[in-house]
């Protein structure tokens, strides 16, 4: 073996110490994300595995990625930057929440209740990243052809995806079309469902250049902790004072 590739895939690692803080109490973890920019290629596999994971509508997006085009010709390059929700220390979503439907758990990550939410979108409004969404009740396959018998058109479509249930927040939600999240304002959430089965977020385990790291903060000798200490971290607009917990490696 090339000595210059991992002795382990760092998602062995990552697992291995999910599993670990997961033992912790919940309040001893605090959940961080780094993406190493160097080894994003622009591939989109973590936004698509995120629509797929929680069952988002169009419009609604919880891990674009970011592209610019840098350079003069024939000099020119294309960077990425994948923009998950910051998970801020200090959310200015959830201040402006008039009903209370949005804050902090005990592990750092903002999350919502769509049962609280009345769809204002001051959160919306307040986020200096964007990150929020509103969700207008939209169908990919609403266009697709249906004729009982002669065309297997949206029903087969949208089965087992559109018309199946988010499994956001572990909670069991209508089929889409009846009710919540629907008029919901939506974000990432670190994919809560799975962390709380011993999963990492889905695009965690989708990105195929192991660029984006995950794991409890406070554990010392974590990766995500080894990757906070390097050289290259910085936070996007920190000027806000929003103290975000998601870090890029440049």
């Not at 670990?20 to 780094?34: E, F, I, T, Y």
């Not at 939410?117 to 964007?130: M, N, V």
């Not at 995806?161 to 974000?187: F, L, M, Q, T, V």
């Amino acid at each position: 073996m090339s000595p210059s590739l991992p002795s382990e895939d760092p998602l062995v690692r990552m697992h291995r110490e999910l599993a670990r803080a997961l033992a912790k109490a919940p309040d001893k973890v605090k959940w961080v994300m780094v993406i190493d920019l160097a080894r994003c290629i622009g591939c989109h596999a973590c936004a698509v595995a995120c629509v797929s994971e929680n069952k988002l509508p169009p419009g609604v997006v919880y891990r674009p990625v970011m592209e610019e085009e840098i350079g003069v010709y024939p000099n020119v390059r294309r960077r990425f930057l994948p923009r998950p929700c910051m998970q801020c220390e200090n959310p200015p979503c959830v201040t402006v929440c008039p009903v209370t439907a949005t804050w902090k758990n005990k592990q750092g990550v903002t999350v919502i209740d769509y049962d609280r939410c009345i769809g204002c979108r001051y959160c919306l409004t307040a986020c200096p990243y964007g990150v929020r969404c509103s969700d207008f009740g939209g169908f990919y396959t609403k266009p697709t052809a249906e004729l009982d018998g002669l065309i297997l058109g949206r029903k087969a479509a949208a089965k087992g995806y559109e018309d199946a249930a988010a499994p956001e927040y572990g909670k069991a939600w209508p089929p889409r079309g009846h009710g919540s999240p629907i008029g919901n304002a939506r974000k990432c959430h670190f994919c809560q469902h799975r962390l709380a089965v011993g999963q990492l977020p889905s695009c965690v385990t989708s990105c195929i250049g192991r660029a984006t790291v995950f794991g409890d903060a406070n554990d010392l000798t974590s990766y995500v902790r080894e990757c906070m200490g390097s050289p290259r971290v910085f936070r996007l607009k920190e000027d806000q004072g929003t103290h975000p917990n998601v870090y890029y490696l440049a």
